[in-house]
């Protein structure tokens, strides 16, 4: 079945710092790809999405490709801040309607 | 616009208990979809309801179930709680025009704790 594999946490950063989390997938046809986000007490927010190969999808400075050939879709961000720390989900949907399979999730720490 | 909202926010029971949880959708969303989170399995799909009718649901037992009234309002009911059942249920909604990329929008979540 479809399955999505993220590095393992946690991720401690200091402030400015690039961020990458890897994140690949196993799916059958062309599943869509997003990232959530989820802050302590909270639940999910969607950060960031692609829906076809190549595509890349970015928001408040995080970006992340849809890579086919390599079927990844890593979690970059160039220069990240104290607010950024939470729990970072990788997710595919495919056909089955609004049905979300998710990554087991990295907590990104970072520090001033 | 409200957001997706879930009550009550923590529920503490015993096993053998059933226990049932409400999630208010955003206005106009039509799809409703439940996942239960745990730090031992993540995030695991449960199952959605659209129109009041469940189209897909997830590896969970018979002991898990849903429902989705006519103003899209869902409730989750489990019964014979076991500690096992201890986690946090999201319910998450969408429009649902059917696109690849469609967004769904989380609420906060409850936390059930089974002693």
């Known amino acids: 079945g479809d399955s999505v594999t993220q590095m393992e946490g946690p991720v401690t950063l200091s402030e400015e710092a690039f961020l990458t989390i890897n994140c690949t997938y196993t799916?059958?046809?062309?599943?869509?790809l997003f990232w959530y986000v989820q802050y302590p007490g909270e639940g999910l927010q969607l950060l960031l999405k692609?829906?076809?190969?190549?595509d890349k999808g970015s928001n408040k400075g995080f970006e992340a490709t849809y890579r086919k050939e390599t079927t990844s879709f890593h979690l970059e961000k160039g220069s990240v801040q104290v607010s950024d720390s939470a729990v970072y989900f990788c997710?595919?949907?495919?056909?089955?309607?609004?049905?979300?399979?998710f990554g087991a999730g990295t907590r990104l720490a970072v520090h001033p | 616009k409200a957001g997706v909202t879930q009550t009550p926010r923590y529920l503490i029971k015993t096993r053998g208990q059933q226990v049932t949880l409400s999630c208010s959708p955003i206005?106009?969303?039509?799809?409703v979809s439940w996942y239960q989170q745990t730090p031992g399995q993540g995030l695991q799909f449960l199952f959605e309801y659209f129109s009041e009718t469940q189209r897909n649901k997830g590896n969970f037992p018979g002991r898990f179930s849903g429902r989705q009234f006519s103003n899209s309002r869902s409730e989750m009911n489990v019964s014979t709680l076991e500690l096992g059942d201890s986690a946090l249920y999201l319910c998450a909604s969408s429009l649902d025009r059917g696109s690849p990329g469609e967004k769904l929008f989380f609420g906060s979540g409850t936390q059930l704790s089974v002693l």
């Open positions: 206005s106009g969303h039509r799809s």
């Open positions: 692609a829906t076809k190969a190549d």
């Open positions: 997710a595919l949907k495919g056909g089955g309607y609004n049905k979300l399979i």
């Open positions: 799916a059958t046809g062309y599943p869509s």
